[in-house]
């Protein structure tokens, strides 16, 4: 019996291989990146660290801003837009957000340990690259967002009349981010198994708790 020809794959389409493959290129770089700095790291260390050759990455990204931006499109945007959803779900009372921004940000640095270090890296630090490329698209999902929902409960007295709205998300990311991009630091000097993720929450919550109050 003959054997039928095989069907030939639709140009362009890649396979599940190359999917994969670009999947794990991505990885690599994203945490070379967090590690190292972006302009620090360049294609060849990439693909030294995958075992590919730098012409692989310029296939699939077409040079390293390609890969930059497929890093804010595919690793950071999804993370925001999800945390914007979760705000969403919230409601309107100012503690419930609050909880619900550092319980998002604790598991999403908890699975990602390269969002703390690349937001000191890169949003924070003059010249960071990501600066720029992430600022003005995060700033209406999740920033903007928590300024306008504390305003409106300050408005109806659920909030501290003393705090300035813009300033309290300040402080919270300020509270959430940085424990995060210090933690080999403190968890260092503070030897204590009991101070995980679940007891920093808590302790931040308690924190912010005190002063919102109306």
């Given at each position: 019996?003959?054997?039928?020809?095989?069907?030939?794959?639709?140009?362009?389409?890649?396979?599940?291989?190359?999917?994969?493959?670009?999947?794990?290129?991505?990885?690599?770089?994203?945490?070379?990146?967090?590690?190292?700095?972006?302009?620090?790291?360049?294609?060849?260390?990439?693909?030294?660290?995958?075992?590919?050759?730098?012409?692989?990455?310029?296939?699939?990204?077409?040079?390293?801003?390609?890969?930059?931006d497929a890093m804010v499109e595919e690793r950071f945007l999804p993370l925001v837009t999800t945390a914007?959803?979760?705000?969403?779900?919230?409601?309107?009372?100012?503690?419930?957000?609050?909880?619900?921004?550092?319980?998002?940000?604790?598991?999403?640095?908890?699975?990602?340990?390269?969002?703390?270090?690349?937001?000191?890296?890169?949003?924070?630090?003059?010249?960071?690259?990501?600066?720029?490329?992430?600022?003005?698209?995060?700033?209406?999902?999740?920033?903007?967002?928590?300024?306008?929902?504390?305003?409106?409960?300050?408005?109806?007295?659920?909030?501290?009349?003393?705090?300035?709205?813009?300033?309290?998300?300040?402080?919270?990311?300020?509270?959430?981010?940085?424990?995060?991009?210090?933690?080999?630091?403190?968890?260092?000097?503070?030897?204590?198994?009991?101070?995980?993720?679940?007891?920093?929450?808590?302790?931040?919550?308690?924190?912010?708790?005190?002063?919102?109050?109306?």
């Amino acid at each position: 019996m003959s054997k039928q020809p095989k069907t030939p794959r639709a140009p362009g389409r890649p396979t599940a291989d190359a999917t994969v493959l670009r999947e794990q290129l991505l990885d690599i770089a994203t945490n070379l990146f967090a590690h190292q700095g972006i302009h620090a790291t360049s294609l060849r260390a990439i693909a030294e660290r995958a075992g590919v050759t730098p012409a692989l990455l310029n296939y699939y990204f077409g040079g390293k801003d390609g890969l930059v931006d497929a890093m804010v499109e595919e690793r950071f945007l999804p993370l925001v837009t999800t945390a914007a959803q979760g705000l969403q779900q919230a409601g309107d009372d100012p503690l419930a957000l609050v909880e619900a921004f550092l319980r998002d940000m604790s598991r999403n640095v908890a699975t990602h340990p390269w969002i703390s270090q690349l937001w000191v890296r890169e949003i924070l630090c003059d010249g960071g690259v990501l600066r720029e490329r992430l600022m003005d698209r995060i700033a209406p999902m999740v920033p903007l967002l928590l300024a306008q929902k504390f305003a409106a409960a300050q408005a109806r007295g659920a909030l501290n009349p003393d705090l300035d709205p813009r300033l309290l998300v300040v402080s919270l990311i300020g509270l959430t981010l940085l424990p995060y991009a210090a933690a080999p630091i403190w968890r260092g000097v503070f030897a204590n198994p009991q101070i995980g993720d679940d007891a920093l929450i808590a302790h931040t919550l308690a924190l912010l708790k005190g002063a919102m109050e109306p």
